[in-house]
């Protein structure tokens, strides 16, 4: 599902965010991404749903694209299959929840009643079907979140990327949007998430990519947080 190798990423200001990454995460899988801050994190991730392009690597796969090949022209190709969720959720905020989630189907050009149909259902599925005519501002912190993880998953994307999705929220509204996450998972998606939060990973076990100065130093199943930040 995604398969990177020796993947090198220098940014424009001389700095090296990741040295040489090679990783393998299959289909279903729920994997944490961790490390110190400035460890690379953000940049692994951004890597994936080509926010950034790699600086070198011999591999760069995610949901059968290449992206160290990639047309501009086919990133939205790519975006369909690889959704993604912020910590500051970046939900438009003219725009109603309704309109939010649709507005991702209708830019790839989906029917109006297909459109209707699944942002219900996955409004729905993120318990939020109740809101569809409230503005994100209206909302709390945690319900914006659910907003921008329906955005997210809409389009059925192969894999859900999601850094630092509990950052800006409470303990117990964290809590909730990681049952959402697993149950996007237990439904096959699989899911990349970089995050701070020792409690969840300690607790809420899954697979665990420890990154320190760009490079990969653990990669353990259920692994323990073990960094002191
Ligand atoms: N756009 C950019 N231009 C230049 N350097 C950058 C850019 N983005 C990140 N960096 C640098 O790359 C390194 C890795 O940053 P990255 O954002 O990937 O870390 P992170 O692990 O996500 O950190 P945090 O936990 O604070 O979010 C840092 O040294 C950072 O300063
Ligand atoms: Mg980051």
Redo the contacts with the bound molecule.
Sequence with gaps: MIEMQDVV?K???K????RGLTVNIDQGEFVYVV????????????LMYRE?KATSGKKLEVAGHNLLKIKNRDVPYLRRDVGVVFQDFKLLPRKTVYENVAYAMQVIGRKPRDIKKRVMEVLDLVGLKHKVRVFPGELSGGEQQRVSIARAIVNTPKVLIA??PTGNLDPETSWDIMKLLERINAQGTTIVM?T?NKTIVDTMRHRLIA?EN?LIVRDEAGGEYEFDD
Aim: glycine share 14%; no cysteine; aromatic share 8%.
């Design positions: 990423k940014y424009p200001n700095t090296t965010a990741v490390g110190p801050s400035g460890s690379g994190k953000s940049t692994f991730i951004k950034e850094d630092e970089a701070h990154i760009g």
